[in-house]
């Protein structure tokens, strides 16, 4: 296929982006064959009558640029537009196509919801990685960060969502949602991702973020008492949850003292990996506010979400197992 002169022109710029360098890395790491044959059999073949659709794989590259760039459906399509670099990624060429609109990446969106294809492209995700050998499976980190949502009642059913809570943390109040996650504690990757309201207990999801081969749990102050739940009872794990605040600085100044804070100080440098996960969502991602009402079409977008932040943490682990050059 002949390239258009703003192909050529961006081959021959001099400087390669941020943008350039993030787009290669997703695009040599995302295990896209994979992905693919998991979606095709629920994607319309585009036979009888009306226009037939646009290819999935350029679905799915616009909303994978969506996702990873925080963008709405009309961002993403004016997006397109703008940047090269994403008409690429996306495989749009101007000079002999329309960007896909708004309208039809909704409908995709809507597709994968009603099919609970997030969580398929999440679970894709993660058994290429584990093919990678990056998830030992032998220690789980547990956490929880708080999403907002849109307080304001000014919108077209003049109130707020429903299914968003208010939670308080510290001294302030949240309203919107928490994304529960479960992590390798190797690896620092996702293997599992619960969305609830805001005012539900950390403690309540922990059992929902195993996936029952761990033997150590590694949980903040807020699972204080997770082994004495019902559903945890017969968890065989070893539960490393950090002390409350007050009794850990209560601790004597003797030998034993130093020891148990000496241990608090390691299981936080354990728990800390979680942290990363939740930094590539809200800094990376631009992932700070829910985009949609109601928890299950937000609780779809974070599988999908998590599962590129999960190719974003394990690039260097993986840069040497793949041979890529920026656009």
Known sequence: MQSSFSDLEYAAKKK?????????????????????????????????????????????????????????????????????????????????????????????????????????????IN????????????????????????????????????EMRQAKKGNQYYFGMKAHIGVDAHSG?????????????????ANQLLHGEEREVFGDAGYQGVEKRPENRDTAVKWHIAMKRSKRKALPQNAAGRVADAMETLKAKIRARVEHPFHVLKNLFGHRKVRYRGLAKNEAQLFSLFGFANLVLAKRRLATKHAWSPS
Not at 19 to 44: C, H, M, S, V
Not at 69 to 98: K, P, T
Not at 189 to 205: E, F, K, P, R, Y
């Open 189 to 205: 990757l996702v293997h599992a991702v619960v969305g609830t309201s805001a005012n539900v207990a950390d403690v309540t999801q």
């Open 127 to 162: 058994d290429h990685l584990a093919a990678q050998g990056l998830m030992l499976r032998e220690g789980t980190i547990v956490d929880a960060t708080l999403i907002a949502a849109a307080p304001s009642t000014k919108n077209r059913k003049k109130a707020r969502d429903p």
């Open 16 to 124: 390669v982006t941020r943008r350039d360098r993030f787009l290669a890395e997703i695009e040599a790491l995302t295990p896209w064959d994979a992905l693919l044959t998991e979606l095709n059999d629920f994607y319309p073949t585009g036979e009888g009558r009306g226009r037939p659709p646009i290819g999935l794989a350029k679905m799915l590259r616009m909303y994978v640029a969506q996702q990873c760039f925080g963008l709405s459906d009309e961002g993403i399509e004016d997006a397109i537009y703008d940047s090269q670099a994403i008409r690429r990624f996306v495989g749009i060429d101007l000079a002999r196509e329309d960007a896909p609109d708004a309208t039809t990446l909704l409908k995709f969106r809507r597709l994968l919801e009603r099919n609970n294809l997030t969580r398929k492209i999440f679970t894709v």
